[in-house]
């Protein structure tokens, strides 16, 4: 992940002082009413929380190496607060966000004065940070239990100076992309903006090494409602693109690294277009929507292939391929942000491992 030769910005890393939902209360869908709505009552909720210790706020600040476990995949990140204003900078969307989702998610934020979770970030990290990391994670964690979501939850906290000097001195060149969280990462700058004097001038982020424990890149599918196979074959003869009928999905699944896969309930196609070179989900959105004459805020997503073809007897499923990392970095440094929803990275930590409580500083 290179930048071009240029000053490079600063990532400002903060300890903080982590909340904490007791073990048994993680991977629990039932956690989350504490979060639910009217959020201007949230503060009062975890206060009564705290009084029946279901949560727990860590005594001091420290900068957390948090490892989780989830399906046979190891994840492991740095976890703590960066300072908004210092690292403006040098932290890369790549999807774009909807202002009105990122309006309202900032105002649920200031209501709730908590960061409920941390924006996942990924970086190539350096040696010594990794030996680091490391070194930390070679002693007993402070935390370690398999949470009602079986995901195996690991924790160690960093508190030492030396250690901490360290990290801010070898991250703060760092050049970081947002994985998951564009939306909390726009309405936090939303918050500290409005908010300028109060802790809202930094936000909670984990920082994944891609070189040590890489997320996985997956896609996100679309179905399009109120729309045909026949009326796409006619926008492609118009356009130029390969449009292909199939006799079955194993052919059309085929075809899906250089190629929509699309499908109406009952017939499967391909689409490619006439520009090989173009992004596929960018291409839908700039190009095929319009053409279809239909409109992104009425695309339903779908997070596996199997939710999208079961949701096909309402329009066309369209099925993507991952975007490469490669994709995701190009479009991170470009400024041409891919479209909402592009790209799905997991694992994603469980709800309720880390959190920031701002009325704690």
């Not at 470009?334 to 704690?360: C, E, N």
Request: charged share 25%; net charge negative.
């Amino acid at each position: 992940m290179d930048i071009p030769d240029q000053a490079r910005p600063r990532l400002g890393l903060v300890p903080f002082r982590a909340l904490r939902l007791a073990d048994s209360r993680v991977g629990d869908p039932a956690s989350h009413r504490v979060f639910a709505r009217p959020y201007r009552s949230v503060p009062a909720r975890l206060r009564e929380w705290r009084r029946k210790r279901h949560l727990t706020l860590d005594s001091t600040p420290a900068i957390y190496v948090h490892e989780y476990t989830s399906a046979g995949v190891t994840i492991r990140g740095l976890v703590a607060t960066v300072d908004l204003l210092e690292s403006k900078d040098a932290i890369f969307p790549h999807e774009g966000t909807q202002a009105a989702q990122v309006e309202q998610l900032a105002g649920r934020m200031i209501e709730m004065n908590l960061n409920p979770a941390p924006i996942l970030l990924m970086y190539r990290g350096t040696e010594a940070v990794r030996e680091l990391i490391r070194s930390t994670t070679a002693e007993e964690p402070q935390l370690v239990y398999t949470d009602r979501g079986s995901q195996l939850q690991r924790v160690w906290r960093i508190t030492d100076p030396t250690a901490i000097d360290l990290l801010a001195a070898q991250l703060a060149d760092a050049h970081v992309v947002i994985a998951d969280g564009h939306h909390r990462y726009a309405a936090a700058r939303q918050a500290w903006l409005q908010h300028p004097d109060s802790g809202w001038t930094r936000t909670l982020v984990m920082l994944v090494d891609q070189s040590d424990t890489p997320l996985q890149l997956c896609a996100i599918h679309r179905t399009v409602p109120r729309l045909s196979l026949d009326a796409i074959e006619k926008c492609a003869a118009r356009s130029g693109d390969t449009f292909r009928r199939h006799d079955s999905s194993h052919q059309a699944l085929a075809k899906l690294e250089h190629a929509l896969v699309l499908h109406d309930g009952t017939a499967w196609a391909t689409l490619a277009p006439a520009d090989p070179n173009e992004l596929l989900v960018t291409w839908l959105h700039e190009r095929l929507l319009p053409s279809w004459d239909r409109d992104e805020d009425k695309l339903v997503f779908h997070h596996s292939a199997t939710e999208a073809i079961e949701r096909a007897g309402l329009g066309v499923s369209v099925l993507l391929p991952a975007p490469t990392f490669d994709d995701v970095d190009r479009s991170a440094l470009s400024g041409h942000l891919l479209p909402h929803k592009a790209t799905s990275f997991q694992p994603k930590p469980h709800f309720g491992v880390l959190m920031r409580d701002l009325s704690d500083e």
